[in-house]
């Protein structure tokens, strides 16, 4: 087994994020994951758009491609139907993700593509300093919410799940070691497989929300976190206040889109008189 500095790249170090930042994490979490699935690192691709959690691929030894913010999801659509045999992985923010890029996530998640999908919640646009992402609560604070924000977010997984994918799952920096085990089941699942991974920007968002230090913020996550199995005895006023964490959504049954695809192809090939019904 070996150790995640050993996937790293040296020479890139040190990286650019604050003390305390959750992201360090989540890519020891995908690392050991990689590792564990025994993956030839050289098969791999990360693809990242733009923010704090897109630099995860520029210290890690797979083989990268930071794209244009909000694009990760096409890029990689592209990269996975180019080159079916590599193991895709996408890093992408909830700004990133779910804002700028929301239209190429709903749509990767209808096609079923065989690709992973990690959004960093950190519930705020960190690197450019903390204005409201679509995954920002309702009342909390950001630059360009200094009244506190006056939308409200919409649930990542559900929206997903409603669009097509196959596999959603959800976990916080708290619960590392449940965040490895969902990553590891998500990169072995055929078919578009996401997790949400709720996370700390103490910079930029937890200072402007007086929500302590990172220790603090990791607190919070665990005292608002109930799992699958937990969630299922708690009343809806009870669960109030909190998210769910583990898998939320398992469809083994529909063929992901390149399945489809190469059978499609191969008929079409094979019919003399081209495509059309029979
Ligand atoms: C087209 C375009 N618009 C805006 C930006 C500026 N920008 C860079 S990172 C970022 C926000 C990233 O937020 P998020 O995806 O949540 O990532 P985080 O930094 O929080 O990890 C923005 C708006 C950009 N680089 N390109
Ligand atoms: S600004 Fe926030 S998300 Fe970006 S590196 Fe600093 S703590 Fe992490
Ligand atoms: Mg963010």
Not at 87 to 97: A, F, K, L, S
Not at 110 to 131: C, E, F, K, P, V
Request: hydrophobic content about 35%.
């Amino acid at each position: 087994m070996a150790k995640v500095k050993d996937y790293l790249r040296q020479d890139k170090l040190p990286h650019i994020w604050c003390p305390g930042c959750g992201d360090g994490t989540i890519l020891g979490a995908l690392i050991r994951a990689v590792d564990k699935l025994a993956y030839d690192r050289d098969n791999v691709a990360m693809i990242t758009g733009i923010g704090c959690s897109a630099r995860t691929n520029a210290i890690v030894d797979f083989n990268t491609i930071q794209t244009t913010h909000g694009r990760a999801l096409g890029f990689a659509t592209g990269f996975k139907l180019a080159k079916p045999e590599m193991d895709v992985i996408v890093v992408t923010g909830d700004g990133d993700g779910s804002g700028i890029g929301g239209n190429h996530l709903i749509h990767t998640a209808r096609r079923n593509i065989d690709l992973t999908t990690i959004l960093i919640n950190n519930s705020i646009y960190g690197m450019t300093g903390g204005q409201y992402s679509p995954l920002t609560p309702h009342g909390y604070y950001g630059t360009t919410a200094p009244y506190g924000n006056v939308e409200y977010p919409f649930d990542v997984c559900e929206l997903v799940k409603a669009a097509g994918a196959t596999y959603v799952a959800r976990s916080t920096v708290y619960h590392v070691n449940l965040l490895e085990k969902l990553i590891t089941n998500a990169l072995a699942h055929k078919g578009f497989s996401f997790i949400e991974v709720v996370s700390q920007c103490p910079i930029g968002f937890g200072r402007r929300n007086k929500m302590g230090s990172p220790y603090n913020m990791l607190l919070w996550q665990k005292e608002h976190a109930v799992t699958v199995q937990a969630s299922a005895k708690l009343s809806a006023a009870e669960l109030k206040d909190k998210f769910i964490i583990g898998e939320l959504y398992v469809n083994e049954e529909r063929k992901d889109f390149m399945e489809t695809y190469t059978a499609m192809q191969k008929q079409a090939k094979e019919s003399k008189k081209g495509g059309g019904k029979k």
